[in-house]
């Protein structure tokens, strides 16, 4: 693998079997199948000044090993795609634990046993458990829509309870939303962990952290003799489509394009642009061991950011004397801004107008859009990774 800055003034896109457009887990995925498999010679084009996309990780200038976009664990339930990730990584035995502070005190999500008898006492906590456990049985996820069916009203109180301090102030922030624009189909999936379990992935057979971080992961990926990857490079300069033809630096390009940038990016916005929520990651580095019990905090009653992570708790590094933390506030995302487009905005409208991008490139048999940006979907690393697997699956099948 070479790692070039900018592309040079002699970049031949026909030296190249495919363009892959962006180094996150879609492209980089993407790229190393094509090249073991069909002895492709990939060219890995990312406007980013690094490669691994939203998961690049980094030291920052206390030494601690920091997420830049945002705290990603990882966790699968997918033999093929951890058997795929493990050629690149290690992985540490985190199992991830998020606490919600309400009104100052710290309770496990999903809510479970501790956390009803820190909500309502520990007598009356109990007394509500073991009636859960009667109605429901023993390690059971249960959404509040069905504690409210029950037609009780202590467990229309947990439902209650859950609903407004976990959910509801969460999801306004998270989302900009008022109560009433939030869906009740949505809010009545919220889940009781009727156990003792804490974890948030308990069932999750894969998990924890790549020992040396994702960054590494992703060197690791992309190092192979035929890859070449060219930072700070904006395919847009470059690659211009039509409805049936692909030119790269002002040539028709026949080799395969993976596309993992937004599609209404690249047609310039001309039918409007996609929505998002972005967040804004706030970092503080503090002169503490440590400033929480666990890797994620979520203020889901208080406060105007979302949640607070502290990394080392997540990577288990050990760096005495200091950590460093990081806030997170979420607001509407402006196209055209340089911002990160961090999470599709679900709804028909805005599924039809991506829809309307996605039909201009069906018929460019080469041209390949996958990933949470080019599909406008959420995906956690995981399922990303299926999806580039089982694309570069149909491609190399063809070749
Ligand atoms: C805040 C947050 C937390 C998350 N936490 C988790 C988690 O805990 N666990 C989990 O499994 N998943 C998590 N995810 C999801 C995870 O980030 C995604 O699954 C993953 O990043 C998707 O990979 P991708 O390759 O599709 O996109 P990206 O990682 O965004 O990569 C796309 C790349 O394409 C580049 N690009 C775009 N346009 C162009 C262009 N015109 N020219 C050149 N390059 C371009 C971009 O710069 C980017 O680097 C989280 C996401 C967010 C937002």
Known sequence: MSITQGLPQDFKPDTYDALVIGAGYAGAVCARRLAEACNFKVAVLERRNH???????????????????????????????????????????????????????????????????????????????QKLVATFGQDKKVPIMDLREQDDSELEEVADYVYENIFLHYTMKQWGKTPDEIDPAVMGRVPVFIGDDDRYFPQAPHQGMPKEGYTRLFENLLNHDLIDVY?????????????????????????????TGALDELFGFDEGALPYRTVDMVFETLPIDHFQPVGTVNYTVSENFTRITEFKNMTGQV?????????????????????????????????????????????????????????????????????????????????
């Open 51 to 129: 490669i691994a996309g939203n998961a690049y990780d980094y030291y920052d200038e206390a030494g601690i090993l920091v997420h830049k976009y945002g705290p990603h664990i990882y966790h699968t339930y997918n033999d093929r795609v951890h058997t795929f990730l493990s050629r690149f990584t290690e992985w540490t035995d985190y199992q991830h634990k998020v606490l919600a502070n309400i009104h100052g005190a710290l309770m496990p999500v999903p809510f479970n046993h501790q956390s009803l008898k820190l909500a309502f006492g520990e007598e009356k906590g109990e007394n509500l458990y």
């Open 231 to 259: 930072l700070n490079v904006d395919v847009r300069d470059i690659m211009k489509l039509n409805d049936t033809t692909i030119t790269a630096c002002d040539k028709p390009y026949g080799g395969e394009v993976i596309y």
């Open 319 to 399: 760096v005495p004397g200091k950590t460093t933390i990081m806030r997170e506030y979420s607001r509407a995302y402006l196209p055209g801004m340089g911002e990160t487009p961090y999470y599709v905005i679900n709804d028909p409208d805005n599924i039809a107008l991506y829809k309307c991008y996605r039909s201009r490139v069906e018929k460019l048999v080469n041209f390949h859009p996958v990933g949470r940006l080019a599909e406008y979907r959420y995906y956690d690393m995981d399922g990303v990774t299926e999806s580039a697997l089982e694309l570069s699956d149909d491609i190399i099948s063809h070749h």
